[in-house]
């Protein structure tokens, strides 16, 4: 009788014990599935463009703000802080041209693209050949006939500064060439604009013309009105 009952006992507690294992495993399995994955964040460092030094990467940065704009004037903001206060009163004051003005309106939703880039690091200057898209209108008053995505291309010499810590654009020449920039002449650019460029011997200003040519450089003082405008 008293095996019986010990029996009884000994069955009881392994069912129980059953009963406890099942709940800590259904629980456990609850906790497992309600879970939220865990998902792998990689921290990408943020892009630094250095401003103190001439390359590609702060050429093309300026390039990018100096081009992209809803409409004239609409990028002042932008390009403001890459120039020299100087030059950036000569933008403003080319921007307010009537010549310019006339056209306000007209071309819009002007994008930059890409450049091809030729940095000369001793005398701070960027020969860039620009090219961009804009949208041509013919009416202010309507959207029919525009052209849009109009692709454009400009040259242009831009001279740099180093004020404090930071390299700011203090000139903006339009270039023409007597000759095919190709590869066999790309070398020249160095030695054609050492004398010219940064040191502005030739009295240009801001937006003036200057041609490139294989023996040097010579200026037109004609200033014309860039696709930029």
Not at 52 to 58: E, G, K, R, V
Not at 146 to 157: A, F
Not at 212 to 222: E, M, P
Request: charged share 20%.
């Amino acid at each position: 009788m008293i095996n019986e009952q010990k029996l009884q006992l000994v069955k009881r507690l392994g069912i129980a014990a059953a009963v406890v294992l099942l709940l800590l495993t259904g629980l456990l399995v609850g906790l497992r599935l309600g879970k939220p994955a865990k998902v792998s964040q990689k921290q990408v460092p943020a892009k630094v463009i250095s401003t103190s030094s001439l390359s590609t990467n702060n050429v093309t940065h300026f390039l990018t703000e100096y081009y992209t704009k809803k409409e004239l004037s609409e990028n002042r903001n932008r390009y403001k802080n890459l120039m020299t206060d100087e030059m950036y009163r000569e933008a403003v004051a080319t921007e307010n041209q009537p010549v310019n003005q006339a056209y306000k309106g007209y071309i819009i939703n002007q994008v930059y693209q890409k450049a091809t880039i030729y940095l000369d690091e001793t005398d701070l200057t960027a020969l860039c050949v620009v090219h961009y898209t804009n949208t041509q209108r013919s009416s202010l008053q309507s959207s029919v006939g525009e052209l849009k995505d109009q692709e454009n291309t400009d040259t242009i010499l831009l001279s740099y500064t180093k004020q404090g810590k930071k390299l700011l654009v203090n000139n903006i020449q339009n270039v023409a060439f007597s000759e095919p920039l190709d590869a066999e002449n790309q070398n020249a650019y160095p030695e054609s604009t050492t004398a010219s460029s940064s040191s502005n011997t030739l009295g240009t200003k801001p937006n003036d013309k200057v041609e490139i040519t294989g023996s040097g450089v010579t200026s037109s003082s004609a200033t014309e009105k860039g696709g930029n405008q």
